[in-house]
């Protein structure tokens, strides 16, 4: 602090020879600098900004103490003027020669607390520079849950003007939030808004969640989650005032979030205006957007999807406008609307940066480009190619930056990514009624920075035991197209249940692209060798399969995608469509598989889903289909049956068929348990049947299996937990029936 106080003095000196002095300017005929010792000559006077034969008066003098100070280089500087010798005089800043940390054995917390602090070793030392960092660190420390924490900053000198830099830190009890509250909610239970924030209360069972202790950063992401929650359930002019922590006795917070809903707010009259250019008819799609969102409750959601849905069609349309206006028109509770689009000028992209990826190959990112070099600059496809470039999940951030080019018509993109690790360690194990399940597996997002994925996984189950390595080039030859090879081997142990045992090795060679928007083609071909036995009291039918196969394959894909989000779908719907083509092939059977699966919220918090799955698999010589490739309903989908053991019996095995048909409604229920954060209370009916086995002698009864029952998804602390109670209401004669299924798994 004294160091401060010097300065401070020199310059106010300075300040006052300047007002109370002649300010005549004289020539520089000489410099003399004292008092450096590391720092050349040359270093000061460049940094100085300050030459032979200048002209010179009290201003620039003054000019000359700030350049220096600037540096950080000095703990004092002096400068005069007498007989136009210019004197200056400096006492250098120390040198950092090592730092330390004390009292942090975590190598992840050191790492954290530490990267962005600008005193490092070989660097000045510099008093405030000191304060700045010790404020970071503290800064650091709360967002890592250390409220309590304490550092104490000690400075060992050496010689030769160098010090050492000791960190002692104390990091006391982490904050612990023991309560979560909310003042002013009058309209959501608290358990639905705790189900939305990030931070959570503390429970024992949490071992290893973060998300217990205070953290500023969360709860600046929790007010900001907490107000678009809102704004999504109409409330327009929502706030949340303030949110803070209360200490306890027991050093434990409670978190408060203060939330104003005020009145709630409905669409009224939307609009939209074109330049005179646009044709109208290319936006027709939004006049039914428009009609359905009057009298709805406002959503910022759904501004946000007309905008999006603009820019595509602007895009697909090659108009160069960008700027979506979007003017509110507020009376009473009604909210009207006018989405004003206007064409923007043009530029040309002059140049694309990329800065920050120091493992990931520039060519990769480009590839996600939409926009290239030389084209017309365009905001919307700016913005898709950073999404893009985010859904690699290689970086932690990616930033855009637009500046001017080198004249008034041109513009120069700056993009910078923050990388990540993109390597994964898996392993699981799962209990439940079909038996327990065994996994490891190692993965690898970005190998040699290329964008390459490599997978390898090993899974061990009651009646089967498989491994695959799998390696995926996302921009084959720089191309959007993706290439992909795999190694497959399993072994399958059915003799019990089904009469056989399978033993499969091979290798499969493939591609998938995009189409079009929200559509993906796939294209893959495969080769396997098999292995098929029975056991003795097998069927002369099935023992006949026995033997080895050889089949090539081709897989083509259909996938159209159109859900808000993967993970917990409240809206939209996915349509899948493969097929297995025989090519060489000892039993030549062609699989056929469709699934189609729609959703929508009902009312508020309630997810509804019909899901439609048909399936065929035939030989196209008119032969048996092999064992292992007829059609078995899985269990996840006919609720309420045992598994596997649905459809036509060869004596007592179970033979699988050639075709099923399934139907799955699904309804959650909110209200249940609605302050729950962590189970999933819902209803079900599963519809299926399964027909067409080869031999007509076998006993098969060709009826509609159906059930009703009750399912529940709790994440508990060890792992997921489902479980579900059924009722079938329809069977065939032979079909066996189970009320109750359960499935624990974790993933770690």
């Keep these: 602090m004294l160091n401060n106080y010097i300065k401070l003095l020199s310059l106010s000196a300075l300040l006052f020879k300047f007002f109370c002095f002649s300010a005549s300017a004289e020539i520089i005929n000489g410099i003399d600098i004292k008092g450096n010792e590391r720092i050349a000559d040359e270093t000061i006077l460049m940094f100085s900004k300050t030459n032979l034969n200048d002209d010179i008066d009290e201003d620039s003098l003054n000019k000359i103490l700030k350049n220096l100070y600037n540096t950080n280089f000095f703990e004092n500087v002096s400068v005069s003027l007498k007989n136009n010798i210019l004197t200056i005089v400096v006492k250098e800043n120390p040198i950092i020669e090592n730092i330390s940390y004390n009292g942090i054995k975590s190598k992840t917390l050191k790492s954290e607390i530490t990267k962005n602090l600008k005193l490092k070793p070989r660097s000045s030392y510099d008093e405030i520079i000191l304060s700045q960092d010790k404020d970071k660190m503290i800064s650091s420390l709360k967002n890592s849950g250390y409220y309590f924490s304490t550092i104490e900053i000690k400075i060992l000198e050496k010689s030769d003007n160098k010090i050492d830099l ?23 239970k608290d358990g639905k808004l705790k189900s939305l924030i990030i931070s959570e209360e503390y429970k024992f069972w949490k071992i290893i969640s973060g998300k217990k202790y205070l953290n500023e950063n969360y709860i600046k992401l929790d007010n900001r989650l907490l107000k678009n929650f809102y704004l999504n359930k109409g409330f327009y ?9 209360k200490l306890f006795d027991d050093e434990s917070f409670e978190l408060i979030f203060n939330i104003d809903a005020k009145k709630k707010f409905f669409f009224d009259n939307l609009e939209l205006v074109l330049p005179n250019d646009f044709d109208n008819n290319n936006f027709k799609s939004l006049k039914k957007v428009f009609s359905n969102l009057k009298n709805k409750p406002y959503s910022i959601n759904a501004v946000e999807n007309i905008i999006n849905e603009i820019d595509k069609i602007s895009v697909s349309e090659q108009y160069e406008a960008s700027n979506v206006n979007v003017i509110e028109n507020i009376l009473d509770n009604k909210i009207n609307l006018t989405f004003q689009l206007d064409e923007s000028e043009k530029f040309i992209v002059e140049k694309i940066n990329i800065f920050g990826n120091n493992i990931t190959r520039e060519s990769v990112i480009r590839n996600q480009f939409y926009i290239d070099e030389g084209d017309f600059f365009n905001d919307i496809l700016t913005k898709k190619t950073i999404n893009r470039i985010k859904s690699l999940n290689f970086f932690n951030s990616v930033v855009s930056q637009v500046i001017e080019g080198k004249d008034n018509k041109s513009k120069v993109i700056n993009i910078t990514v923050e990388e990540k690790p993109t390597g994964e360690i898996m392993a699981g194990a799962g209990f439940g009624t079909d038996g ?8 690898e997002n970005n190998f040699l920075g290329k964008g390459i994925g490599l997978d390898t996984n090993l899974s061990v189950a009651s009646d089967k035991i498989e491994g695959n390595f799998n390696v995926r080039n996302p921009n084959f030859n720089n191309t959007d197209k993706s290439i992909n090879f795999g190694i497959q081997a399993n072994e399958t142990d059915k003799l019990a249940a089904f009469g056989y045992k399978s033993k499969k090795v091979g290798a499969s060679i493939g591609t998938d692209f995009e189409y079009l928007e929200d559509l993906r083609l796939g294209l893959q071909l495969s080769s396997f060798v098999e292995d098929i036995e029975t056991d003795s009291s097998a069927s002369s039918r099935q023992k006949k399969q026995e033997g080895n196969y050889f089949d090539t394959y081709t897989k083509l894909n259909f996938d159209y995608d159109k859900r808000n989000q993967r993970y917990k779908t409240s809206d939209g719907f996915r349509s899948f469509y493969s097929v297995d083509i025989p090519l060489v092939s000892d039993n030549n059977t062609l699989t056929n598989y469709y699934n189609y699966k729609f959703f929508s919220e009902l009312y508020e918090n309630n997810i509804s889903s019909i899901s439609v799955s048909l399936s065929s698999a035939n030989s196209i010589t008119g032969d048996d289909v092999k064992l292992s490739e007829r059609l078995y309903i899985p269990s996840k989908k006919l609720r309420g049956f045992v598994r596997g053991k649905v459809g036509p019996k060869d004596g007592t095995d179970y033979v699988g068929g050639n075709y099923y048909a399934i139907v799955n409604l699904s309804s959650t229920l909110p209200q249940v348990l609605p302050n729950s954060q962590n189970i999933d209370v819902g209803t079900f009916l599963d519809v299926a049947n399964l027909w067409g086995v080869d031999d007509k002698t076998l006993n098969e009864t060709n009826e509609i299996r159906s059930s009703v029952g009750i399912g529940v998804d709790w994440f508990t602390p060890v792992g997921p937990l489902s479980f579900s109670f059924a009722q079938p209401i329809t069977k065939g004669s032979t079909d066996k029936t189970e009320t109750f299924r359960f499935n624990l798994g974790t993933t770690f």
């Design 237 to 245: 002019d929502v706030t949340i005032n303030s949110s803070f922590a």
């Design 166 to 188: 000791i960190y002692e830190i104390e990091l006391g009890k982490k904050a612990k939030i023991k309560k979560i509250s909310f003042i002013g909610n009058k309209i959501f």
């Design 436 to 443: 327990e399940v065994f996994e490891f597996g190692v993965k």
